[in-house]
């Protein structure tokens, strides 16, 4: 009788992944660097381990919201307080602070749980061209293959 593979927790092989965020839309872009994250994209996945590798994602700034997402979508937070709700459109969030728009969606696609929590802190965004991950050597993935 065969069982099914179980990935340990000791066993996982963390990869670096490159990937360009220029030219592509919010959430193509989410859906793919979550399912890394997650793991999904490797043939040891198992629901319940962290079996996802480290996404850098560059060129925060050149990602695309299409139709009229820039202006409709709106982002909210509360700080507590009575009368403490701050929103903010998808357009200006893009402009001021272009890696929290990513973050906030990729984190949208994670399971929320400590889990979820835990595949998160994986994540590193930036608004350019540099990153500061050069000595873990990350592989470029060419997104539009995927999408």
């Known amino acids: 009788m065969r069982t099914t593979y179980m990935a340990k927790k000791n066993e996982v092989e963390r990869n670096w992944v490159l990937v360009d965020a220029t030219d592509i839309p919010l959430g193509r872009l989410s859906t793919v660097v979550a399912s890394i994250l997650r793991g999904k994209n490797k043939p040891t996945y198992t629901p319940h381990v962290d079996t996802g590798d480290f996404v850098v994602v560059i060129n925060a700034d050149k990602v695309v919201l299409t139709g009229n997402k820039a202006n409709d979508?709106?982002?909210?937070?509360?700080?507590?307080?009575?009368?403490?709700?701050?929103?903010?459109?998808?357009?200006?969030?893009?402009?001021?602070?272009?890696?929290?728009?990513?973050?906030?969606?990729?984190?949208?696609?994670?399971?929320?749980?400590?889990?979820?929590?835990?595949?998160?802190?994986?994540?590193?965004?930036?608004?350019?061209?540099?990153?500061?991950?050069?000595?873990?050597?990350?592989?470029?993935?060419?997104?539009?293959?995927l999408i």
């Open 73 to 145: 979508k709106y982002y909210h937070r509360h700080s507590g307080y009575m009368g403490g709700l701050k929103s903010v459109s998808a357009g200006d969030l893009r402009e001021h602070n272009s890696p929290r728009l990513i973050e906030n969606s990729v984190k949208n696609m994670l399971p929320n749980n400590r889990l979820g929590r835990k595949q998160f802190t994986k994540l590193h965004v930036y608004g350019g061209a540099e990153h500061n991950h050069a000595a873990q050597q990350p592989k470029a993935l060419d997104i539009q293959t």
